[in-house]
């Protein structure tokens, strides 16, 4: 296994010879992962989509390079030889490390980018809207997107910073400057069959909630204030509520973004209930303080401020 070693560190530093080393270096290791899972000339060369005597050549000049037979020819076919098997993972690994630096290289130089992230229902929601517009405006451009749900925030962070995030909280003021983007109506959603309905009728069913949530409390508090004590059924994540509620499990208090394509489906109804005060979940923008915006930044915050004129940080 150490001869391997060695034989993999010297096929890598052969890149230093010449420009055209390097790109038959990357043929040799390509056909070679190649035939070695099929174990036959031809049918590699038909994959590859080159001839048969070009596959040969490739290997001869591998084994040169490596010292060592990796192939035994055998009738029609070939068989690798137990170098050859140890080799394949090396070979599978600088290949992969190759392609997958071009594809850095080329992140970093030729398009811009920019890492959004988004609790899970926002994700469903306002995340993929202006994902579309970025696109629509930038050519090319990079979007990454990372999901995570609120009690997860704090280590997700912690291991990885985006640009910007959406969430219905705002973030720690020390570290991250959050705008509020909207307020967020909630609404008294119920299963299809339910309409028509009565609230009171409504009201002897379950509610779903989502503990996590900043009006849930205040909602609680309402119901009480009416008289209404319902069993609760606590939720976490506002897609599974979404679907206990089409399921006629229950009904649910919903911030109306979440729930507009159910509604207009006709899987889920919204219903008027004699609420003291509106209640709304706010949502916020949240940029980390330590990182200049960048231009693809500056973009997105002109189309949130353009469907949201209230909110206050579109950069000129």
Not at 126 to 144: K, N
Request: glycine share 2%; with cysteine; proline share 8%.
């Amino acid at each position: 296994m150490t001869k391997l070693r060695h034989m993999a560190y010297d096929l890598m530093t052969m890149s230093h010879q010449s420009e055209d080393d390097v790109h038959i270096e990357t043929l040799w290791l390509k056909t070679f992962i190649t035939a070695a899972r099929t174990e036959n000339f031809r049918m590699a060369a038909l994959e590859l989509f080159i001839d048969q005597a070009t596959v040969s050549h490739h290997m001869a000049r591998l084994e040169e390079a490596v010292g060592t037979p990796l192939f035994q020819r055998q009738g029609r076919g070939v068989r690798l030889t137990p170098e050859g098997r140890s080799y394949v993972s090396y070979a599978e690994r600088m290949l992969f490390m190759e392609q997958d630096a071009k594809r850095a290289i080329a992140w970093a130089t030729q398009a811009p980018r920019i890492h959004l992230a988004a609790s899970p229902a926002l994700a469903e929601t306002i995340l993929p809207w202006l994902c579309r517009e970025l696109y629509r405006r930038h050519s090319p451009l990079d979007i990454r997107v990372s999901v995570h749900a609120s009690r997860d925030l704090p280590q997700a962070l912690s291991n990885s910073v985006p640009d910007a995030l959406f969430s219905r909280a705002a973030l720690p003021a020390g570290t991250w400057e959050s705008h509020l983007l909207f307020h967020d109506p909630v609404d008294l959603v119920a299963p299809a069959a339910a309409d028509p309905w009565e609230f009171q009728d409504l009201m002897r069913s379950r509610v779903i909630i989502q503990p996590s949530s900043v009006y849930t409390v205040a909602l609680l508090n309402q119901l009480r204030d009416i008289g209404i004590r319902p069993a609760v059924l606590a939720v976490d994540q506002i897609s599974v509520t979404k679907r206990l509620v089409e399921e006629s499990v229950g009904v649910a208090f919903l911030p109306r973004s979440s729930t507009v394509r159910e509604v207009l489906e006709g899987r889920l109804v919204t219903a008027d209930w004699p609420q003291r005060y509106p209640l709304v979940d706010p949502v916020y923008w949240s940029l980390p303080k330590d990182r200049p915006p960048s231009r693809i930044l500056a973009s997105a915050e002109r189309i949130l401020h353009a469907r949201f004129p209230n909110f206050p940080s579109a950069r000129p």
